[in-house]
């Protein structure tokens, strides 16, 4: 639990500071519904499935569960749970990993990538329509730019980069 921080040492935002984050958060808050509300008229997915499923698709084989949660940037035990529902509906399989009784690796199914592939077209749509369209090849390197610097990487690989965060099985 964090440390109580006295009021007087806390370095309140300005107007134009809160205006900021709360656009940043209004934004980031309709683009996320926005990609929800397409995956769920345009396949059986849910949002976390689909992200999932992104990158065991690209991934060309299983992955490590600790990969793949780097990746993700999520807790360890939430992609536990999440394949787990996962596996029921047939979308991906768990396996254990042979040179380590603590290791499971993750892959996609052929129901899975069915899936995927059905749902894709359409989001990516969503997210050219509803951001990337809106900016300019300028913009675009500009705001890249700006997460870099946001996320304390400026000058090095973006850390959900896929490379980046985990291996394909064998490693």
Not at 53 to 79: F, K
Not at 106 to 112: D, L, P
Request: charged residues 25%; contains cysteine; proline residues 4%.
């Amino acid at each position: 639990m964090a440390d109580h921080v006295p009021s007087e040492h806390v370095r309140w935002l300005s107007d134009q500071e809160k205006a900021l984050w709360r656009d940043y958060l209004a934004i980031q808050g309709r683009l996320h519904l926005e990609i929800q509300r397409d995956l769920k008229a345009n396949s059986s997915l849910t949002e976390p499935e689909f992200e999932v499923l992104v990158y065991l698709s690209e991934a060309g084989g299983p992955l490590r569960m600790t990969a793949l949660a780097d990746v993700l940037q999520w807790e360890r035990s939430r992609l536990s749970h999440q394949v787990t529902r996962m596996v029921k509906r047939g979308l991906v399989e768990r396996t254990s990993c042979p040179t380590d009784g603590r290791g499971a690796f993750v892959s996609v199914t052929a129901g899975g990538m069915t899936e995927i592939e059905r749902a894709a077209p359409h989001h990516v749509a969503t997210v050219r329509r509803v951001f990337l369209d809106k900016l300019s090849r300028d913009d675009a390197s500009e705001l890249a730019r700006l997460l870099a610097l946001v996320e304390g990487s400026e000058g090095r690989e973006p850390t959900r980069q896929y490379s980046a965060a985990g291996v394909p099985s064998g490693a």
